[in-house]
């Protein structure tokens, strides 16, 4: 026992002496790098002299010997060379050491990684070969928007290491490379180049890259078609900030280009344009509501109206709607609406959407008695995607009997036994029972026709024996019994019960079919408004990632409108 206790006296004595050891190395390490810290004025210049004495290097400084530096510098100096002359982050701090390192040996290095228990951080040369990432471009250079050099890489091992006491005021470096190859161009604009962009920031990016390229103007061979992006914003800035705050400048701008403030709230704003007051009043019967998404940084709902003339699509008006939970939106359109009733749609006799129920409720507000015209495009589309669909069926509120007292064919008693979901292989129809789906893909192509069929008829229009229906709740009647014995006869109990309750019932039904009202209107989709989203994205939004709101108001009254 008593060796076994001098053995472990003896050991923390060892373990004693070798901590004392390495917190006097620690300590004396501490006390060189003060001794020799650098200001951050110096760095620059200290990095760039190093690298001219060594004998290894060629005229460009470039070498395949391996090349390492430690260096410290004030932290204190950082903050004064800073135009805030304030405490920074510790990344910020290790970044701007960065830069100012990469000013002196012609190198850029990226942050890669922070130890955050250490306060240090690992910088990579932008030129490692580990940074490389694969092609996306297609093998057809005719094809390729873009035609810059990728960056060249190396195997040099690039790193920097920086490390931040901040109780002893020193931020410490390590530099390294495993070899010093080529710089990165770092190419500056020239103002040639500049001055082109500026008095042709009306045309898009990619044409003026092209034509610098073509003009030769000075600077144009190491020229990168994101330099002429970036100074192509700062430069169309001008055109559209008026505030640094969204909202307001988005305002400014839309009331110095005329165009009608209609109303602006916390819940987003409304304009109507110019076409709203130069159109003939009493044309202005007929309009097309829809909604587009992700157009801009905060994430407002964009909505349209178009008015319908001739079949020709005008732009009337557009509301910026905030996105969020608890929010009423029918409240705001019945805003808008009522907005443009009072200016000139007062006599507003179809309207045209995508079956938006905020948008139905705020226009029968707004306009009782309107004609409500859905899309057939998206009719057919939502019965193929409840059809095909095999999620779990919700429960549908169909009553046979109800049913039977609207349309004497339909039979009281068939009526639903169950309800599917995804897992449940009975009262399906074909291969639906092993796919999960309500029915198979022939039986729901030959529903949508007889929808369309449907959709279509009206008592103005003859039917196929060239006579004319002139009450339309007979016509209601025949399609329903149309339908309701397509079904009945493939014991597709539960598809009719959908199209029943979704489409066909006496409510749904004047949603969407033409013989709802005397008026047939012009179109039968949606599709007008839907080209004008198509072109506002993919001609000018596809540019940029999430505009600001003034931006997308610049882009709708200049380029769109």
Same mark, same amino acid.
């Given at each position: 026992?008593?060796?076994f206790?001098?053995?472990?006296h003896?050991?923390?004595?060892l373990?004693?002496?070798?901590?004392?050891?390495?917190?006097?190395?620690?300590?004396?390490?501490?006390?060189?790098?003060?001794?020799?810290?650098?200001?951050?004025?110096?760095?620059?210049?200290?990095i760039?002299?190093?690298?001219?004495?060594?004998?290894?290097?060629?005229?460009?400084?470039?070498?395949?010997?391996?090349?390492?530096?430690?260096?410290?510098?004030?932290?204190?100096?950082?903050?004064?060379?800073?135009?805030?002359?304030?405490?920074?982050?510790?990344?910020?701090?290790?970044?701007?050491?960065?830069?100012?390192?990469g000013n002196?040996?012609?190198?850029?290095?990226?942050h890669?990684?922070?130890?955050?228990?250490?306060?240090?951080?690992l910088?990579?040369?932008?030129?490692?070969?580990?940074l490389?990432?694969?092609?996306?471009?297609i093998?057809?250079?005719s094809?390729?928007?873009?035609?810059?050099?990728?960056?060249?890489?190396?195997?040099c091992?690039?790193?920097l290491?920086?490390?931040?006491?901040?109780?002893?005021?020193?931020?410490?470096?390590k530099?390294?490379?495993?070899?010093?190859?080529?710089?990165?161009?770092?190419?500056?604009?020239?103002?040639?180049?500049?001055?082109?962009?500026?008095?042709?920031?009306?045309?898009?990016?990619?044409?003026?890259?092209?034509?610098?390229k073509?003009?030769?103007?000075?600077?144009?061979?190491?020229?990168?078609?994101?330099?002429?992006?970036?100074?192509?914003?700062?430069?169309?800035?001008?055109?559209?900030?008026?505030?640094?705050?969204?909202h307001?400048?988005?305002?400014?701008?839309?009331?110095?280009?005329?165009?009608?403030?209609?109303?602006? $709230?916390? @819940? *987003? %704003?409304?304009?109507?344009?110019? &076409? +709203?007051?130069?159109?003939?009043?009493?044309s202005? #019967? /007929?309009?097309?509501?829809?909604?587009?998404?992700?157009?801009?940084?905060?994430?407002?709902?964009?909505?349209?109206i178009?008015?319908?003339? $001739?079949? @020709? *699509? %005008?732009?009337?008006?557009?509301? &910026? +709607?905030?996105?969020?939970?608890?929010?009423?939106? #029918? /409240?705001?359109?019945?805003?808008?609406?009522?907005?443009l009733k009072?200016?000139?749609?007062?006599?507003?006799?179809?309207?045209?959407?995508?079956?938006?129920?905020?948008?139905i409720?705020?226009?029968?507000?707004?306009w009782?008695?309107?004609?409500?015209?859905?899309?057939?495009?998206?009719?057919k589309?939502?019965?193929?995607?409840?059809?095909?669909?095999?999620?779990?069926?919700?429960?549908?509120?169909?009553?046979?009997?109800?049913?039977?007292?609207?349309?004497s064919?339909?039979?009281?008693?068939?009526?639903?036994?169950?309800?599917?979901?995804?897992?449940?292989?009975?009262l399906?129809?074909?291969?639906a029972?092993?796919?999960?789906?309500?029915?198979?893909?022939?039986?729901?192509?030959?529903?949508?026709?007889?929808?369309?069929?449907?959709f279509?008829?009206?008592?103005?229009?003859?039917?196929?024996e060239?006579?004319?229906?002139?009450?339309?709740?007979?016509?209601?009647?025949?399609?329903?019994?149309?339908?309701y014995q397509?079904?009945?006869?493939?014991?597709?109990?539960n598809?009719w019960?959908?199209?029943?309750?979704?489409?066909?019932?006496?409510?749904?039904?004047?949603?969407?079919?033409?013989?709802?009202?005397?008026?047939?209107?012009?179109?039968?989709t949606t599709?007008?408004?839907?080209?004008?989203w198509?072109?506002?994205k993919?001609?000018?939004?596809?540019?940029?990632?999430?505009?600001r709101?003034?931006?997308?108001?610049?882009?709708i009254?200049?380029?769109?409108?």
């Amino acid at each position: 026992m008593r060796r076994f206790t001098s053995h472990v006296h003896h050991a923390d004595l060892l373990g004693y002496k070798q901590k004392k050891k390495v917190q006097q190395t620690a300590a004396d390490f501490t006390d060189h790098i003060k001794e020799n810290a650098l200001e951050f004025s110096q760095l620059t210049d200290y990095i760039y002299d190093t690298l001219m004495e060594l004998d290894t290097l060629n005229d460009n400084l470039e070498g395949d010997e391996p090349f390492s530096l430690e260096v410290s510098i004030t932290l204190s100096s950082v903050f004064e060379a800073t135009e805030e002359n304030a405490e920074k982050s510790n990344l910020q701090v290790a970044t701007l050491v960065a830069k100012a390192i990469g000013n002196g040996d012609g190198y850029v290095y990226v942050h890669n990684k922070t130890y955050f228990q250490s306060c240090s951080f690992l910088f990579w040369c932008s030129c490692r070969e580990e940074l490389g990432k694969q092609s996306r471009k297609i093998s057809d250079e005719s094809k390729q928007r873009g035609t810059e050099v990728r960056i060249c890489r190396y195997p040099c091992r690039g790193a920097l290491t920086i490390k931040i006491l901040k109780n002893e005021n020193i931020v410490w470096v390590k530099i390294f490379h495993n070899n010093l190859h080529q710089r990165p161009d770092k190419i500056a604009v020239t103002d040639e180049v500049k001055d082109y962009i500026c008095s042709n920031i009306k045309r898009t990016v990619p044409d003026l890259y092209q034509e610098i390229k073509d003009q030769k103007l000075c600077g144009y061979e190491l020229l990168t078609i994101k330099q002429v992006y970036y100074w192509w914003s700062v430069t169309a800035k001008v055109e559209y900030c008026r505030d640094n705050e969204q909202h307001l400048s988005a305002k400014l701008y839309l009331a110095e280009q005329g165009q009608e403030l209609l109303f602006a $709230d916390n @819940t *987003g %704003f409304s304009f109507a344009t110019t &076409f +709203l007051h130069v159109l003939p009043r009493f044309s202005l #019967t /007929s309009i097309m509501v829809d909604a587009t998404y992700n157009t801009n940084k905060l994430k407002y709902e964009l909505y349209g109206i178009m008015a319908i003339i $001739d079949g @020709t *699509g %005008f732009p009337i008006s557009y509301l &910026f +709607l905030a996105c969020g939970r608890n929010r009423d939106v #029918t /409240s705001s359109l019945t805003k808008w609406f009522c907005a443009l009733k009072m200016q000139v749609l007062t006599d507003v006799a179809i309207f045209y959407t995508d079956k938006d129920f905020a948008q139905i409720a705020a226009a029968k507000n707004t306009w009782p008695g309107v004609n409500i015209q859905l899309c057939l495009w998206h009719v057919k589309r939502a019965v193929e995607q409840r059809l095909s669909s095999r999620a779990q069926m919700q429960k549908l509120r169909y009553n046979a009997i109800e049913a039977h007292q609207q349309c004497s064919i339909i039979n009281p008693s068939w009526q639903q036994i169950v309800f599917l979901d995804s897992n449940t292989k009975s009262l399906q129809h074909g291969k639906a029972k092993r796919s999960g789906q309500l029915c198979e893909k022939s039986i729901r192509d030959e529903v949508k026709k007889l929808m369309e069929k449907h959709f279509n008829r009206h008592m103005l229009i003859p039917t196929s024996e060239k006579t004319f229906i002139q009450d339309a709740q007979i016509i209601w009647n025949q399609c329903v019994s149309e339908m309701y014995q397509y079904c009945y006869d493939r014991d597709l109990i539960n598809v009719w019960a959908y199209l029943y309750c979704e489409w066909y019932s006496p409510d749904k039904w004047v949603l969407w079919a033409r013989s709802s009202y005397s008026r047939i209107g012009v179109l039968r989709t949606t599709m007008v408004v839907e080209s004008h989203w198509r072109i506002l994205k993919r001609d000018y939004l596809y540019k940029f990632n999430r505009p600001r709101l003034d931006l997308l108001c610049f882009v709708i009254v200049k380029k769109v409108i």
